[in-house]
């Protein structure tokens, strides 16, 4: 007879204190109390309890469509909600109901918990696995997150489980004044951030940043074909790579492993990343306004610099980021990121790097 699901849970939520990963108590406390292996039916106990994520509905051509997400992450973004007692919170994706749990332990009975999710099958099985384990406290409706939900707000904590590029502004006109939204972003470069906001006024201020992975959102918010993993479309100037010319500078394949081009795309006015075509890895630099580009591409096992066009300015500018990089070695904690309605965003800033989106504009300078 193996363990026990209390015995492989109390390894997990362990492990995660050990590793330096789950450091709140009452986090810590909630994860004790609701065992994950109640929202994974038809899963192996060995599978559910090991740090891993897990997918549990697939769409279109096998592509997952949904997942109970890996504990370690789920730790870090609840302790950066920091939700109290007490607390309305709204939850962006339900999933299998598990995170939803996790948040009713965490307000208690004087909180109140509302949970969307794009799918009604989806809300079915949460609502069903919440009711088996006896948790109270948690509406769960079938809606696109975009939206948020009127009927429950305000709300003092939002917390997205689907990454997104943008942000809704139904969910900044929802929370409180003082009130915290985390959310995974698709803002610059080729990974995403768990971004912990708080509300200040007309905009969102963020106050903690930590590496994720998230499948995309759906609905009103999904992103229509671009994304970090692939690159946006190449523009018409890279329509024929043997125009470009080398430069005899090299950054090796480790730098960019490292952190070099997130860096890149937090500092750096012109940022961007492009793929020729689906087969071919994506390449990396800037661009001065479509003139001219300086592109970090791959030849062998490291990536050299190549220029398009006018772009012996840009190139100067990456290499000189390169060499600031090297010698900072900076974490990802040295970026603030404001978010504010684009309507109202500056044409410029000499704080940081503008990133613009359809409904909101980020601002990424440094401490």
């Given amino acids: 007879m193996g363990p026990r699901p209390e015995e492989l849970n109390e390894a997990l939520v362990a492990s995660l204190e050990a590793g330096g990963t789950l450091t709140d108590r009452q986090v810590a406390a909630a994860f004790r109390a609701v065992q994950r292996h109640h929202f994974l039916p038809g899963h192996s106990l060995k599978d559910v309890y090991e740090d891993s994520a897990i997918m549990t509905k697939f769409g279109e051509r096998g592509v997952a469509v949904s997942s109970s997400s890996q504990p370690a992450i789920m730790a870090i973004m609840l302790q950066q909600l920091r939700a109290d007692p007490g607390n309305r919170v709204l939850e962006i994706g339900a999933g299998t109901g598990y995170n939803a749990a996790l948040l009713a332990q965490l307000v208690g009975s004087e909180g109140h918990v509302v949970t969307l999710d794009f799918d009604e099958d989806l809300c079915r099985s949460a609502r069903a696995h919440l009711a088996a384990t006896g948790i109270n406290g948690v509406e769960v409706h079938q809606a696109d997150g975009a939206t948020g939900w009127p009927p429950g707000a305000p709300y003092d904590r939002v917390i997205v489980t689907a990454s997104a590029d ?115 890895p994506a390449v990396f630099g800037l661009q001065d306004d479509g003139r001219g580009a300086a592109l970090l591409e791959w030849e062998g096992s490291s990536l050299e610099l190549r220029m398009y066009g006018d772009g012996e300015e840009v190139a100067r500018r990456l290499i000189a980021a390169h060499r600031r990089w090297l010698r900072e070695r900076p974490s990802v904690q040295v970026f603030r990121i404001t978010a504010m309605p684009s309507s109202e965003a500056p044409a410029t800033s000499v704080e940081g790097v503008l990133i613009r989106r359809p409904r909101f504009t980020f601002l990424v300078s440094q401490l």
């Fill in 166 to 280: 943008d942000l809704s502004p139904a969910w900044l006109h929802q929370l409180v004044e003082g009130g915290r939204l985390v959310i995974p972003l698709s803002l610059a470069g080729p990974v995403q951030f768990s971004v912990g906001f708080v509300r200040l006024g007309p905009a969102l201020v963020s106050e903690s940043l930590s590496f994720c992975g998230f499948m995309p959102l759906r609905g009103e918010m999904a992103r229509p074909g671009r994304g970090p993993d692939n690159g946006d479309p190449a523009p018409a100037w890279l329509a024929d790579p043997d125009s470009g010319r080398w430069c005899g500078f090299e950054v090796p394949a480790g730098d960019a492993r490292a952190g070099f081009e997130t860096w890149l795309a937090m500092t750096e006015p012109g940022y961007v990343r492009l793929s020729r075509n689906p087969e071919d």
